[in-house]
């Protein structure tokens, strides 16, 4: 087996219009994961539908309905190959009705590629996808300021933009003397794989200089350790084999571990990855594991399995930092949608919002505001409806993330800051 280059997840983000979609699409072609003729296929098409620029853009535009109105409407996942790095790239939709689509991808992200138009500079949800990027973890983040042939490969232009979104940046937390602004055309190709001569202004890297460059994400081993269920099957002559991916600590033959909401202890007797068996799983892995004392009826889905010695999180309440991503009219008290985290899906009443805050700066605007409505963020005290899993985002960030989910669109996503623990006895 060739050993596998090291794995991250790339959210793409931005306004609408910014080009993300030609980025990405462009991208695949300087990797050699799209081939020409493929590109030029969809040139043609595009140029027949009066949409000559959009042939990148298409290669992530595989829907048919995206096309005819020429925006990204779900996420497209999408792999290529840098020198050091294989990507899945989560193409965030930057349309406002499809904003609820970006959350699912970015909360799984380990670094985001922000782009935006140099004539147009920095746009509401240019701000709106760098808060939520904070809030979400990603601490790794690349800018490209695109479209520098619509501005004439103008450096003033370049370093208007440039001031704009570091004020930004600094405001929400990331520094924006540790990141890349990348002057670029998705279009022409300039600086995506190799530097441009329209930019000679220009000394810095390349947009795949900076993908390589990124610092792998740390593999979370010192923390306790949690594997979300995914399945659980029953195999003659082995008996009960929970699957999941292990998300933090380390997973050992012999160990002691414990399921929670389940409340049900038992002992790993074996571990397998693709088929071989495994002293030890590490995060990332997604495992199949037989335990001694658990039964197939005993776990399901959206249990989580922990170190017996520090069992997983049940929470009675929960404080939260939401952002509500889109709602058709107001969020209250009372409200009970369902809240994906990890592999549960669990219906979670908002029993008091607590904080309204400003978007762009985290600042409390309001004391207790009777509701909230799209494009709001807040701190809220939330109550599970059924015994749930969750971290502190602090202590096991991966267990600490959740989308709200209702009436089939993302409404808001959040991350926990504190738990009043369940009893379980």
Known sequence: MAVEKPHMNLAVIGHIDHGKST???????????????????????????????????????????????????????????????????????????????????ASQADAALLVVAAPDGVMEQTK??????????INQLIIGINKMDAAKYDEKRYNEVKEQLSQLLKVVGYKPDDISFIPMSAFV??????????????????????????????????????????????????????????????????MKVSFMPANKEGEVKSIEMHHEEIPQALPGDNVGFNVRGIGKGDIRRGDVCGAADVPPTVAEEFIAQVV???????????????????????????????????????????????????????IVKVRPTQPMVIEKVKEIPQLGRFAVRDMGSTIAAGVCMDITPKQMR
Request: aromatic fraction near 8%; proline fraction near 7%.
């Open 189 to 254: 190709g300039d600086n995506v794989a190799k530097p441009s001569e329209n930019t000679p202004w220009y000394k810095g890297p390349t947009v795949l200089d900076a993908l390589n460059a990124l610092s792998e994400p740390e593999k979370p081993t010192n923390l306790p350790m949690r594997l979300p269920i995914q399945d659980v099957y029953t195999i003659s002559g082995i008996g009960t084999v929970p699957v999941g991916r292990v998300e933090t600590g380390v997973m050992k033959k012999g």
């Open 324 to 378: 509500v991503l889109h709602h058709p009219s107001a969020l209250t008290v009372g409200y009970t949608p369902v809240f994906h985290c990890h592999t549960a899906q669990i219906a979670c009443s908002f029993v008091e919002l607590m904080k309204k805050l400003d978007p762009r700066t985290g600042q409390v605007k309001e004391e207790n505001p009777t509701f909230l409505k799209t494009g709001d963020a807040a």
């Open 23 to 105: 980025t990405v699409g462009r991208l695949l072609f300087e990797t050699g994961t799209v081939p020409p003729h493929i590109i030029e296929s969809f040139r043609k098409e595009a140029e027949s539908k009066g949409k000559g620029s959009f042939e990148f853009a298409w290669v992530m535009d595989s829907l048919k309905e995206e096309r005819e109105r020429g925006i990204t409407i779900d996420i497209a996942h999408k792999r290529f190959d840098t020198d050091k790095y294989y990507f899945t790239v989560v193409d965030c939709p930057g349309h406002r009705d499809f904003v609820k689509n970006m959350i699912t991808g």
């Open 128 to 137: 709106e996808h760098v808060f939520l990027s904070r809030t979400l973890g």
